[in-house]
């Protein structure tokens, strides 16, 4: 399963479609798009911090659809809008203070639906700290 | 299965230990708080919306994480700090514009586990625009 | 949302496509399909149950699926042959002895994919023992 | 990492406390269990099939919480009873005839709670046919 789109790409296309992404900064990178998965880091600034320095759901959860939203569009190009139909996620340990790698894997890419598996990782550590998969619906084209 | 705090108790201590919930504003309302249930109404602003007015995925699943806890600490009571460990999603329709309204229920309330099914609904309308379940673990006490 | 057709009639045309339903006795029944919903009760033999007279987990995700099933052919109709895409499902008690009821509600019915909601409970109480999502995808028609 | 158990000793107490597993015969075999995972394959019988030839999602779901257990078990030990919380499984594709083959990893082994991801595909081939995480309560040793 060879990408269709580098990470640069997406990112500019995400920057005119979907600009209220980095309404917290720019937050969120793209590191790599390659033969069906895809790298983000995300740098949580004030805003996603729990006290005692923990990163919230809420920002994994958004981190997560957001690489797997990345992984598709960089399979599929820019003409298609991919919607989330189901997200299932699992918060395994609190997250050491630092950036945050997600790594997401097309598992399924079809003509309708697409899924994503997406570990997420402290940047440098193995351990996972949240795991999720996620589906998409990929309209007619 | 009776609460043991009402809305304004839980809100109000969520004001305390959680402040960063209104970073964006008091978007998130408790309306009740009732036998096993919580109804919480969100008013997104432009921070929550997509390209044409569509309520972001990720806010919805803020409002489910944040709905669900509210449920589970109006039945346990404030000493108790529930940690999400599961958290399934359905994206079933666009949402309507105008604030939505949570409804969810607690399906178990155990000494270590609650599960939480949650709906969200255009306020004033019937249709689920989500549907959710989400698992908190609940330290020993 | 209304049925277009009877529990009679899925189970008889269930007889005729998948004949196997009933290896291991007919200890799944339809009770009911009528607006949006379906209810059926289990009966577990042997197979079914685990030491200590536990109906086992497997048997609750066949009773789901089978359930879930019902509820989408029986508002869609026998012409459309619906696949699980995804099932999600919380294990929230310990069944009591004796047969096991599994009611199953559409939240979304739309042309590619449908999303059921299901409880299943002991004949006669109210605690849920297990709750389910189910996603179908429904072929072009 | 590291197992406590063989998949040879880990067969040999399910042999004797859940002997109804191999009420199909002995359809499921426990290839390795190793740091952190466990693969085992499923020979189909025709209790399985589907008309066509198409392994069930029931018996699907059933190996993976077959093969689930068994990762956990390796790792804990025999007198550990762990009982499934939750199950979420997407269904990718239609497996090929043959036996298939199921990889589960542990993410996570905590005191109270396992998480397990399991990825399923025909024997010999590389497209995952299911996808499933799995969440078990452990009882306090």
Do not use: W
Request: aromatic fraction near 4%; include cysteine; glycine fraction near 10%.
């Amino acid at each position: 399963m060879q990408p269709v789109m580098t990470g640069e790409e997406v990112m500019s296309l995400l920057d005119k479609v979907f600009p209220q992404i980095h309404q917290d900064g720019r937050v969120h990178e793209i590191l790599s798009i390659s033969s069906g998965t895809a790298v983000m880091r995300f740098t949580a600034n004030e805003r996603h911090l729990r006290p005692g320095g923990t990163v919230s759901g809420p920002a994994l959860m958004t981190l997560v659809d957001f690489a797997a939203y990345v992984v598709i569009l960089g399979h599929i190009g820019p003409q298609a809008l991919a919607v989330t139909t189901n997200l299932n996620i699992n918060f395994l340990r609190k997250p050491e203070p630092g950036p945050l790698i997600a790594t997401c894997r097309l598992i399924k890419l079809g003509k309708r639906l697409a899924v994503v598996e997406c570990g997420i990782t402290g940047e440098g550590h193995d351990d996972l700290v949240a795991h999720a998969t996620a589906t998409y619906s990929i309209p007619p084209r």
